[in-house]
């Protein structure tokens, strides 16, 4: 059986073992983020350059296939870019889930070190009383012992 000590330093190791893994999660769900970012951005910077070019072509003249494919593919970049905000509002949503996690388990952490602490003390206390109890014992024997002889 292990000792309140004991179990309290497993239970703190997996409370930082849970802490890294969470740490890192939220370091990928950030970077995937950042990377769903830069797409979505990318996206907009297409669809806004198509929509110019579609401008340009309008004014100087252009056939209405022509004109209902640039429309259609500025259409279908509309549906992506709906898609990617979707994407990265999910993401942040992840990342804000991840996030409470960690404090919960980071608040976990620093309630397990308290406890840890306070056993470290509690035993602290317990051995000077014992080491008391054991010095007071042997001066009561030498006593007794020089009051035999005297």
């Known amino acids: 059986m292990m000792s309140p000590q004991e179990t309290f330093e497993v239970l703190a190791k997996q409370a930082k073992e849970e802490l890294e893994a969470l740490t890192e999660a939220i370091a990928r769900k950030r970077a995937t983020r950042e990377q769903a970012s830069r797409q979505l951005e990318s996206l907009r910077g297409y669809q806004q350059d198509y929509a110019q070019m579609l401008q340009t072509e309008m ?3 252009i056939v209405s296939a022509q004109c ?3 429309q259609g593919f500025i259409n ?3 549906g992506v870019i709906s898609q990617q905000e979707t994407s990265l509002a999910q993401i942040d949503l992840d990342i804000t889930q991840h996030q409470t996690l960690w404090q919960k388990s980071y608040r976990k952490c620093q309630s397990l070190e308290a406890l840890m602490n306070r056993q470290r003390q509690k035993q602290a206390v317990h051995a000077r009383r014992l080491d008391q109890k054991l010095s007071d014992e042997q001066a009561a024997r030498l006593s007794a012992k020089s009051r035999v002889i005297h």
């Open 68 to 70: 209902r494919t640039y």
């Open 76 to 78: 279908a970049l509309g």
């Open 59 to 61: 004014t100087q003249g």
